[in-house]
């Protein structure tokens, strides 16, 4: 194998993992603050098809991200007047919200179909990304330079700033945080937000970073491989990290079983797509073995605010 | 004090009603500065509610609040905090998985550094001779230590008030003492105090002024060292108080409930273990197991009620039979019925009906249940004797368990229990929460029941209550009991030493000049 | 003048049941309403998918076929919801069902007799629930949530489809069309209707669900079930293992869905092809909500729930709304009933907007 293949692999694996990425941050802000939103697909959904109809009709896919990022929010913020103003049950709640996205978005991608968009070009300068090793560091999509900054910025959020305190301390304990005087409903509206968000920008990555055209549910389970990548990093930012990698090294995986079909043919092509859901199995699996007792869920998760009065 | 300076605090007419309860009626009152305020009453007499609104987390419904002499509002927490009052919660507003700086700045709303607070948190440890370990984590600190945190919380604001609801429910009576010196030190600094408790020794030897509530309205305000603890008690329940009657020249028989080493393994990684527990329970024998909260008082309710399996089946017996791996169905059975001590989604599931509940723990004793088909009229009938038995005020058996309150739900659930007939009941904190003329009558079923000889094991916090109504006693520490005492030949500070721990641990134990108890690992 | 949420001393039974009324009421008003503003025919969408079915009496062998696997696949769902158990992989249970089944008739080609279509339904429950296992095992040994094991299993499903009627199990004499051979008249399940193709499917979900509703309503599993949900401390203080009862909870609803597929595949397609996952796994997900959890609630739902499919349907070929729409009116539904579920425990009063404290 050559380095150029090398790194044409390893750009493709940082792609793909991307959207999980993007989608996972955001979810783990929403479950450090308590909250349990299992409607990540959903949004992913409606940010896939938010972020590709305004790319294709403005021709501007910063602006296709934008609208994307909006669209997510609003689509969680319908999950966060159930569940936080009408204590809603979360489960049945973020479930509602994927079967709404994946409704909304084939309602609205159904006049796109089979039409392309032009994706990203680099925000560098292309001589930059000549050299093999250099596109390794230069070649990417804005979005994936966004998830790391993201990585980063989400960790010392959660760890160094004092609203990062506050909102572990409501998803830790609600009543507590409570009668020292913080708004629970305030903070947890503000994590759910930004979750449908990150949820929106990870789902326009199907079409502005992976496949430039519109497919009905193009996210593909994406959003619940996320949720559960949030309890793989045991809610950490940078484990997070290393944990989308893998998953992204079993997509390409897959990818590369459809396209090149000889290597790959001792097993069966439905197997190699099968490989994201088992393996995310396995990770649950393993890292539920490897931890005693010792999980660092926030203590709050999925429990409805109930205060006396 | 002259009585010309303005209160502190001065509440009138502050009135709050709750759907289908008056939690506040018309209370008046005032706290001068510097004084050592005691507010007296019941479960359920509006004490918490009242201090809740003084300290801005709900709004009264009418009356006004004053401070220093002048009208306020106090919309939030935060707006309490600015004025100067500090509050210490009964059930602590502590995060567990962080660490005590954190906690400590959540509580802050000045905007602090790390290092910056630190040093504050020490300056204030200094002056009030109170010991904590700024990085630890919460989950791994005493119950005495986590007060403090709460203590040292408040203190950083520099308090004109400072209310402490309930703060001694949680101490040994080693660090009660160590507690009341720092507490009169800051009122000598002139700091006000809203104490609130309903144990009068304490008031009596804290306070300076006591004013008692009494199903939200005020009864009187005194002083409490005028007063005798029976004249304050008899204005608190509004009636006479009522002396357990135990049968003259009590003899026990052959024992009955015997543990032998019994370990469990502790359920999470905040909880305690069980660590080689042994007792003897004879017949007739109410043994009462005395202690700080959160030393292994539910982890041995768990592992008595089957809930959680120790190793062995014979570390428990039961009139000679090895009961140790049985399940909680198979113990009740076998005649040993239990009461954990949360009501509400433990021993009762409040969306069910009391019938429903009566199903939860007495359907194979009374042979409730057939073909695998639920007897509802069985359920029906049983449920209604209990209710007649034991005066719950209830609509019937169809109603919820949560729309009752919680001393006629606790009356259910001993009610429930007691009829069954058991030859061992273990009951956790029978009368927490419970209003007095509801304590004496489940104290007077328990003494009934060891009576007809069945054996009987109270786990409580109340020394009080376990000193009025047990035969013998043990203390339990970090999960561990200690060897039991006959009631009446124990001293309390025996006792109280016991429940710091100072037996057979490696912790080193020393008092502070001026604070509590601390122990060191 | 405000309103204020207030917490009912009891729930209120005319809630319980008035909420889902509500529900379907505000889907259709604002369901009419997006309609209309994003350009489509509001109003005639409304009266297609909710009102056209049920006047038209061509259409009710299809409201009967199509609520059935509705009914039966929720039905299970919601005994586990009751328990807290969250079994959202029905989709999965329900593929693994109906291959267990082909794969019985597809054996028994050779053979004829009575005895076919029963073994056929054993092996589609078992298929059910061995896809239910999985879940059941991580949940109860290492406490693996089965919300996402459930789910990441139904994905599997659908590949283990594919490739089986892509490779072993394709028609030779299908002109190469991805599917099984057409299932033998022995293998078909019996039509109960003359002149319909209302199959034997329709009274077994029936059958199923009323005595399911007895079962929860009086015996002490039903007890042992709810008390799990509602408490689980309590359950295991009234002696009712938690474990056995997530394994329990995930059997029934992994064999009612794949007893569900085994009738879909041998009443419906009468054969296996790639198209026979059509989202029954999730839709009664909603169905079990709709229908509160209780099983004769969930035959109306999921009475209420085949209207909007074959409404649906009916709408894409008058009025040409596309087939997502139904997704959306599906989820408005659910998103209504958890709104009007806050009015079963809370009820709204209104208080004064003087600020507290200021009046003497």
Known sequence: MTTEMLIAIIITVIGASTPILIAALGELVVEKSGVLNLGVEGMMLIGAVTGFAVTFTTGNPWLGIACAAFAGMASSMIFAFLTLSLSANQVATGLALTIFGTGYSSLFGQAFTGRPITPFRSIFPPELATDPVLRLIFGHSPLVYFSLIMVVAVWWFLTRSRAGLILRAVGENDLSAHSIGYSVIGVRYAAVAFGGAMAGIAGSCFPLLLTPQWAERMTAGRGWIALALVVFAAWRPFRLLAGAYLFGLVMTLELYAKASGGAFSFLPAELWASLPYLATILVLVLISLRRAGHSNAPACLGKPFMPAS | ?521 | ?360
């Open chain 3, 1 to 360: 003048m405000q309103w204020k949420l207030e917490k009912r001393p009891e729930p209120s039974r005319t809630m319980v049941y008035a909420a889902p009324v509500l529900a379907v009421l505000l889907t259709a008003i604002v369901g009419a309403a997006i309609f209309t503003a994003i350009g489509y025919n509001g109003v005639g969408a409304v009266r297609e998918i909710f009102v056209t079915p049920i006047l038209n009496p061509l259409k009710w062998q299809d409201l009967g076929i199509k609520a059935a696997p509705l009914v039966l696949i929720a039905v299970g769902l919601a005994i586990g919801y009751r328990a807290n158990v969250w079994n959202i992989g029905a989709e999965g249970q329900y593929i693994l069902g109906g291959l267990a089944a082909t794969a019985v008739a597809l054996s028994t080609r050779d053979l004829a007799g009575p005895w076919i279509l029963p073994l056929m339904a054993i092996a589609g429950v078992a298929g059910g629930m061995a896809w239910a296992v999985v879940p059941a095992a991580l949940k109860t040994r290492l406490k693996v949530s089965e919300i996402l094991t459930s789910l990441m299993l139904t994905y599997v499903a659908i590949q283990l489809l594919n490739y089986l009627v892509l490779g072993p199990w394709r028609d030779p004499m299908g002109f190469g069309f991805p599917q099984t051979p057409l299932f033998t008249a022995d293998q078909v399940l019996p039509i109960v209707v003359p002149r319909t193709i209302v199959h034997l499917g329709v009274p077994i979900a029936l059958v199923v669900a009323l005595i399911a509703w007895f079962v929860m309503a009086r015996s002490l599993f039903g007890f042992q079930i709810r008390v799990v949900g509602a408490a689980p401390q309590a359950a295991r203080y009234g002696g009712f293992s938690a474990n056995k009862t997530i394994w329990l909870a995930l059997m029934v609803s992994g064999g009612l869905a794949g007893l569900a597929g085994m009738l879909e595949v041998a009443g419906t397609f009468q054969r296996m092809v790639p198209g026979f996952p059509t989202n029954y796994g999730f839709t009664a997900i909603i169905v079990a909500f709709l229908g509160r959890l209780n099983p004769l609630g969930i035959i109306f739902a999921g009475f209420a729930m085949s209207v909007a499919v074959v409404g649906g349907e009916v709408a894409q070929t008058t009025i040409g709304l596309p087939n997502a729409a139904v997704g959306i009116f599906q989820s408005m539904m659910l998103f209504f009933l958890l709104a009007s579920d806050v009015l079963v425990r809370y009820r709204f009063r209104r208080v004064g907007a003087q600020p507290a404290g200021s009046a003497a």
């Open chain 2, 1 to 521: 004090m002259k009585a010309d300076i303005a209160p502190r605090l001065q509440l009138r007419g502050i009135t709050k009603r709750f759907p289908g309860v008056l939690a506040n009626d018309d209370v008046s009152f005032a706290v001068r500065p510097g004084e050592i305020h005691a507010l007296l009453g019941e479960n359920g007499a509006g004490k918490s509610t009242l201090v809740k609104m003084i300290y801005g987390i709900m709004q009264p419904d009418a009356g006004e609040i004053s401070w220093n002499g002048h009208p306020v509002t106090i919309p939030n927490p935060k707006a309490a905090r600015k004025l100067g009052i500090g509050m210490v919660f009964q059930h602590f507003s502590l995060f567990e998985a962080m660490s005590v700086l954190e906690n400590i700045a959540l509580g802050m709303d000045e905007r602090l550094g790390p290092r910056e607070l630190s040093r504050r948190i020490a300056e204030v440890m200094e002056t009030y001779g109170l010991k904590l370990d700024p990085q630890r984590i919460v989950s791994t600190l005493s119950v005495g230590e986590r007060q403090r945190i709460e203590i040292v919380r408040a203190l950083l604001l520099e308090p004109q008030l400072l209310i402490m609801d309930e703060p001694t429910s949680v101490l040994t009576p080693q660090e009660v003492e160590g507690l009341f010196a720092t507490l009169r030190q800051l009122a000598k600094r002139g700091c006000s105090i809203l104490y609130i408790s309903h144990k009068l020794h304490e008031i009596k030897a804290l306070c300076d002024t006591a004013t008692i509530l009494r199903g939200g309205r005020l009864v009187d305000t005194c002083d409490p060292k005028a007063e005798t603890s029976r004249s304050m008690a008899e204005k608190m329940i509004g009636g006479s108080l009522k002396d357990i009657r135990k049968g003259e020249g009590r003899s026990f028989g052959a024992p009955r409930f015997v543990l032998r080493d019994l370990s469990t393994r502790s359920e999470d990684e905040f909880g305690v273990a069980i660590d080689r527990a042994s007792l003897t329970v004879r017949a007739g024998e109410i043994f009462g197991i005395a202690g700080v909260a959160g030393n292994g008082q539910n982890a041995l309710l768990d592992a008595l009620s089957g809930e959680v399996l120790g190793e062995r089946a014979d570390a428990i017996t039961l009139d000679g039979t090895a009961i140790g791996r049985l399940s909680p169905s198979e113990r009740r059975r076998k005649g040993l019925c239990a009461v954990p001590e949360e009501r509400n989604g433990h021993a009762a599931v409040g969306d069910f009906t009391l019938a429903d509940n009566a199903v939860l723990t007495a359907r194979d004793r009374l042979g409730m249940v057939g073909a695998g088909l639920v007897d509802r009229r069985k359920a029906r009938s049983y449920t209604d004797k209990v209710i007649g038995a034991f005066s719950v005020k209830a609509l019937g058996a169809h109603s919820l368990a949560g729309s009752l309150s919680g001393g006629n739900l606790q009356k259910f659930i001993m009610g429930r229990e007691i009829l069954q007939r058991p030859s061992v009941l273990v009951v956790s904190q029978p009368t927490w929460g419970v209003d007095a003329g509801a304590a004496a009558a489940i104290h007077q079923a328990i003494v009934d029941l060891a009576a007809e000889g069945s054996a009987v094991v109270v786990i409580s916090q109340d020394l009080d209550e376990l000193l009025s109504l047990c035969d013998t006693l043990a203390v339990i520490n970090e999960g561990r009991l200690s060897s039991p005492l006959k009631v009446g030949e124990a001293s309390i500070e025996e006792i109280g030493l016991l429940m710091g721990g100072v037996h057979g641990t490696e912790a080193e134990v020393h008092i502070n000049p001026g604070g509590g108890v601390a122990v060191e690992a």
